[in-house]
């Protein structure tokens, strides 16, 4: 009988999600993106070769592995081609397994020109932090019904007559309102009808692909991007993405019913970390020389795939993931970069905050009053022991081991996958989420 396993970050994004939906692929038969689009950073370590993924499915160095990008995915069709031909380069047959849903909406010039063009026009105190990709407009026009989907690409003149009609409004909004240059029509309407080429060979009803994969006895994996956190509905609202991160967006960003998804995998850091703007209660200088954070930030690497901006790193967050938790409805949890805190003496807990007098044991929703908390801290001894490359939990430090159940016990949640290093070797397996 199949079993489905939906895979999701539970804090900011950048929990390490495409090493293990690599890793897990062994057990899969499709996997499958249905949510973000190419904001999205995923970096595999395969032996002595690096893949740095943005659209395209992390189960694709799996040979024989079909790959899937759902509906719930906006796509810049464009970077989706570059992103295969890098691969191919590397002698990775993409093409011939990878489907694309016709329902994906695209990713079109003018809506990284808003994208950009907004960002500037904000203080730097209102700044997202958006990367400038063009997802939030594109998701704009999803919401309003405007957006051009993949399968449009297939009726040139509709497309073109659609085309006109969104940029006669959005160069408006370029021009008069934020005072940017106008997009040329032709200009996007040929290189759309170029990309488009490349693109229809691989485009299938992807739900009626996965329904039959799972008729079959097939298993799925689904490949969440960015983190809980940044959830349009349940993050730190408005610092978040434009899309549902959450484990429940696997039904509606795939085509396929809830009762096909059987096990959520939240992946956490043993720490915390954060792109771009918004409030983060357990941050940490990562300047200070010697300070933990500084540690957190050139030991884990903490530089974004996508952005190249350093992460804002910061003690592992309780309540934050406890809300994560509770959104995804979480099967098992996967502590990633365990061997990071190597060698600090001391750790800390964020276990609760301080808010409007109380002491509160949940992420609020909003960011005004994430921003208004302050962390409550537990102290713990930390380990001078390496855990880098780290197969079993008796090869653990006492310490590491105390620091990993104590969080189960806050977050009375199992940990049943522990990473400690970024190779598929690295990894310390408790529980299979396919077992």
Request: glycine share 12%.
């Amino acid at each position: 009988m199949a079993k489905n396993v939906v895979v999701v970050g539970t804090q900011w994004g950048d929990e390490g999600k495409g090493k293990i939906v690599d890793w897990l692929t062994d057990r899969a038969q499709g996997v499958v993106r249905f949510q973000g689009g190419h904001n999205a950073g995923h970096t595999l370590v395969v032996g002595q070769k690096v893949y740095k993924l943005n659209l395209v499915p992390s189960g694709i160095v799996h040979p024989g592995i079909k790959c899937y990008i759902g509906n719930g995915v906006v796509l810049d069709i464009q970077h989706l081609i570059s992103e295969i031909e890098v691969l191919e380069a590397g002698g990775i047959d993409v093409r011939s397994r990878l489907r694309v849903s016709p329902g994906c909406p695209l990713i079109l010039g003018y809506h990284s020109a808003l994208d950009r063009a907004r960002e500037a026009a904000k203080s730097s105190d209102t700044r997202i932090g958006t990367t400038g990709k063009g997802i939030g407009p594109t998701y704009e026009d999803k919401v309003a019904r405007r957006a051009l989907r993949v399968y449009d690409l297939f009726y040139p003149e509709r497309f073109s007559e659609k085309l006109k009609e969104n940029l006669d409004y959005h160069n408006f909004v370029l021009t008069r309102y934020l005072g940017a240059e106008a997009v040329d029509f032709n200009t996007v309407l040929e290189a759309a009808m170029v990309s488009a080429e490349q693109i229809k060979p691989m485009v299938v009803d992807v739900s009626a692909e996965l329904h039959a994969l799972n008729k079959a006895g097939q298993n799925l994996l689904f490949e969440g991007a960015q983190g809980a956190l940044l959830d349009i509905d349940h993050g730190t609202y408005p610092f978040v993405t434009s899309s549902n991160c959450v484990a429940g967006q696997a039904s509606a960003g795939a085509g396929i019913g809830p009762g096909m998804l059987h096990y959520v995998l939240g992946i956490t850091k043993a720490y915390c970390t954060r792109v771009g703007g918004g409030p983060f209660p357990s941050e940490l200088d990562i300047e200070a020389e010697g300070a933990p954070g500084r540690q957190m930030s050139r030991k884990g690497r903490e530089i974004g795939t996508v952005t190249g901006r350093k992460r804002r790193c910061g003690w592992f967050d309780v309540p934050a993931l406890k809300r994560s938790i509770q959104i995804n409805g979480v099967t098992g949890l996967c502590i990633t970069k365990l061997d990071v805190l190597d060698g600090l003496s001391e750790l800390k807990l964020c276990t609760g905050y301080k808010l409007n007098g109380k002491v509160i044991d949940l992420l609020p929703m909003g960011s005004d009053e994430v921003a208004d908390c302050q962390p409550v801290l537990e102290s713990m001894t930390g380990w001078a022991e390496s855990t880098a490359g780290v197969t079993t939990v008796d090869e653990l430090p006492m310490a590491a081991r105390a620091y990993l159940e104590r969080i189960e016990t806050l977050c009375d949640t199992r940990i049943d996958i522990i990473s400690t290093g970024p190779e598929r070797n690295e990894t310390i397996l408790r529980r299979h989420p396919y077992d």
